[in-house]
């Protein structure tokens, strides 16, 4: 179940939605079968975060908090800030800025107490593109977390979260028209890869780069 349960995380990332969804439903099938809550939880929760990163995130927001109170039960804080702030990005999709906004705190006040850092840099990204989503959109607050989630992503040489948090800034900065500093700034990540350029977030950023050349 181990073995099952967190690759399925490295295929999510990579954007390869039905290679995360093989190793969940048997990771799930193989939990139930042993009557493990805790492994049953693991493989549940990916689900939902396909379906998030899929268009569904009705569905997502279901699973999703079907797969916290579940954990929740366990006594584990494992993971929390992670599935907190995929459960905020459902809901931000759907645009329910208000219980986004409530579940990204949550994720951040759970990654202080559980010192989770492996994904500090992301959830204070998510955190940006969420504060921009709000009727009165704060980009001095989003640039804030941005800052924050590239200082963090830097400091443990994360180059994958490094490369999401400039993806992040970018696309604000284009929308100031800071088009030349958008460009310097996402350009050098980029060019740091050397492989996976068939890799979602790799074909974003080129993307994007294109846009602001």
Known sequence: MYALTLPSW??????????ANA???????????KGALFWKTLGTVPRGCVLAL???ASDAVQMINAGITAWRSTGSTFWMPWYLSNLAGAHAQLG??????????EAMTTLKIAKE???????CRIAGEISLMFPEADATKAEGYFEHALAVARKQQAKSWEL??????????????????????????????????????????????????
């Open 117 to 123: 850092d492996w994904c500090e840099a992301e959830v």
């Open 54 to 56: 899929t268009g569904k």
């Open 164 to 213: 999401r948090a400039e993806m992040s800034m970018a696309r604000l900065w284009r929308d100031q028209g800071k088009l030349d500093e958008a460009h310097d700034l996402l350009a050098p990540v980029y060019g740091w890869f050397t492989e996976g350029f068939d890799t979602l977030d790799l074909k974003e950023a080129k993307a994007l780069l294109a846009t602001l050349a």
């Open 23 to 33: 190793y969940s439903d048997e990771a799930v099938a193989l939990a139930e079968e």
């Open 96 to 105: 329910e800025v208000d219980e986004a906004g409530h579940y990204i705190g």
């Open 10 to 19: 490295i295929p999510i990332l990579c954007g390869k939605y039905a290679a």
